[in-house]
């Protein structure tokens, strides 16, 4: 091998390093980790040295049959290989880039198809039942518990008497006032459905206390009623003996029969009592129309609830027909 040989194969290493230096700094401003710039760049350089070789082949073929033809079908076979290998790796479903937590991209149309066909069943939500609700100082120490875990501010547990003046307005502030809050250190937090129902119950049964503390003092400062005064009484007069009044007949069951759609009134006025029916029916779908037994369950968790409020209750007949109601696919508003 002479000095020239030497020389074009020196001039050949180096511009191989200097191409190998500019890539791996491309990739160091790019993020890309070292391995994959070393792995891809000796894979393109050894594609180039190999289809260098069969070009200088391929002129060693030319001079030596000095046929004008024989370098073009060459040029396109080479060419050939070279797209057809680019192409192979390209589509192969092994190569996918993947993201923690997450499935890898599609590449092909196959996975493209199945892509997320896989992804997991949502949890199934448990629901509360009518033996969570609590009273007195189980709410209280319900509420406690609450605030602690979601670390909020001491504010959002003083009863506001300008705002929480009846049920109604408990069931309308409490979700705004708390779904919107932050904690101490400023972060927002999501609040639980079941955790907003139990901080609704806190509060509506500081409201009962407070009602009967304030109804008891009044009845304390009342003026004691004055003595009777005696009156003389006239002979007693034996009046004929009134007919014995006959039998109130028992109160009828109100059975779920015919179309259920006259139910509708009766379903808008004792559920829009406490919430937005429009902000519900989407929710209520999901978690609550499953089975009669789900949307019965609701029901009545809602009856019990509505038993703090004389206004608002009602009655097992009129549960009966919400739930047939609900049930029936009607419009829930």
Known sequence: MNNSSLKLAGA??????????????????LGVPISKVGYTFIRYVALFLTASLILWVAGKFVAQYNSGWFLQIILVGMASVFFAWIGLVASSGNRTQTVPGQPPA?????QLDNFGAEASEPEAVVAPTAASVVSGEGAKTEFDLIMQKYNLPDELAKFDEGAYTSSTKIYEVVPAKFLNAKNKNGEAVKISDDDLFKIINHFINELRKREE????KEASVAPA?????????APAVEAPAAPEPAAAPAAAVVAVSGDVAQYEGLYRKKCSGCHSL?????????KWMRSEDKTRELVLWMQ????????KAFTDAEAEQITAYIRSGNKLY
């Open 278 to 286: 429009t902000a519900n029916a989407g929710k209520m779908k999901q």
């Open 225 to 233: 009623p004055a003595p009777p005064v005696a009156k003389v009484e």
């Open 304 to 311: 019990r609830l509505a038993k703090q409020d004389r206004s």
């Open 106 to 110: 599609p590449r092909t149309v196959k």
């Open 12 to 29: 050949v290493i180096l511009g191989v390093l200097v191409l190998f230096i500019l890539y791996a700094g491309s990739g160091a401003v």
């Open 213 to 216: 503390a304030k109804a008891s």
